[in-house]
């Protein structure tokens, strides 16, 4: 593993810092460990008796966790998806309950940059987009089997692509004449599905929410965010933090409609003259929305899209 990877610093991490304000003697939860940015931060900040778990589904990031943090004892690396957070600290000899939590949504550099990951299209390689390589369904599986409806809905929901019905057609008949295997394959044929006035219009390539799509469904993104969400009650201790990062409108709307009803679950009924100083809360904002400043975004395009949300159990 090079110096410059180790180095490399994810999204929004000052602004999760400065949320979590980790002591001395913490114990946080990384739920999406990736190659350390935030449990290396976490780290920093911690004294001998704090601890960091760090969750990840990938091996490879797991395996590079040992590589460069093998001798910190602090640190327990368990190859796990952060839904399994519940499971995971009660087979460690930490606390139940946490003093802070980080997810980063987003997919790891490293991910993209692998062409033999098949997440990018901007990298030929095998069709296979899974988080952990070793278990579930490829991509190649998923498209080359799929129902056309079922397709057409992923890529219109998950995607949020207007020509998902266009797109669909246009990989079916693909498929019918030979397996769509490799990344490029599939984005030429979603390429040349688009009407050329649209791929004009466009400033993203045309690809772009079709794999996105199609990664979310293969790895359950959206259904495994909700489970590490319901976990929230029963893992954080009162003055606990949670802070997650999304890179995607539904992600970032389901963690805003999650953290409002925790927030505003003991609304006093309508007409009942109560101030609000006097309803027992049991969660308060600590960021209702972050953004990344035009000079992250400038430094790293990837960050473009960053929404960060934060709250503490009281």
Same mark, same amino acid.
């Given at each position: 593993m090079s110096a410059?990877?180790?180095q490399h610093e994810p999204v929004l991490i000052d602004e999760v810092m400065d949320c979590l304000q980790p002591h001395h003697a913490g114990v946080y939860v990384d739920g999406t460990?990736?190659?350390?940015?935030?449990?290396r931060r976490i780290l920093s900040a911690l004294g001998n008796d704090g601890r960091v778990i760090a969750l990840d589904v990938d091996p490879d990031a797991i395996a590079y966790g040992?590589?460069?943090?093998?001798n910190d004892s602090r640190l327990f690396l368990r190859h796990a998806n952060y839904g399994r957070i519940v499971e995971e600290l009660k087979g460690l000899s930490v606390p139940d309950r946490v003093n802070g939590m980080v997810f980063d949504l987003g997919v790891s550099s490293p991910q993209f940059d692998d062409?033999?990951?098949?997440?990018?299209?901007?990298?030929?390689?095998?069709?296979?987009?899974?988080m952990n390589p070793h278990a579930g369904q490829s991509a190649a599986d998923w498209v080359n089997t799929v129902e056309p409806a079922e397709m057409m809905r992923v890529i219109s929901r998950l995607g949020e692509e207007k020509l998902a019905g266009l797109i669909t057609r246009a990989i079916v008949r693909a498929r019918e004449q030979d397996a769509v295997m490799t990344t490029g394959q599939l984005a030429d044929i979603v390429c040349q599905a688009f009407p050329e006035r649209e791929r004009r219009k466009r400033r993203i390539h045309p690809a772009t929410? /079709?794999?996105?799509? =199609? %990664?979310?469904?293969?790895?359950?993104?959206?259904g495994q965010l909700e489970q590490a969400l319901s976990t929230v009650p029963e893992v954080l201790m009162?003055?606990?933090?949670?802070?997650?990062?999304?890179?995607?409108?539904?992600?970032?709307?389901?963690?805003?409609?999650?953290f409002r009803d925790l927030v505003e679950d003991d609304k006093a009924p309508v007409g009942l003259p109560l101030r609000d100083s006097q309803l027992s809360r049991n969660y308060e904002y /600590?960021?209702?929305? =972050? %953004?990344?400043?035009?000079?992250e975004v400038e430094k790293n395009a990837r960050a473009r899209s960053a929404r960060l949300r934060a709250i503490r159990k009281i």
């Open positions: 410059e990877e180790y460990f990736g190659r350390g940015g935030y449990a040992e590589q460069v943090f093998g062409a033999a990951r098949g997440f990018s299209f901007r990298r030929d390689g095998p069709l296979d987009m899974r929410k /079709v794999f996105q799509a =199609i %990664r979310m469904r293969i790895n359950d993104e959206l009162a003055g606990g933090v949670l802070v997650v990062v999304s890179f995607h409108s539904l992600e970032d709307r389901m963690v805003k409609h999650f /600590v960021a209702k929305l =972050i %953004r990344p400043s035009d000079e």
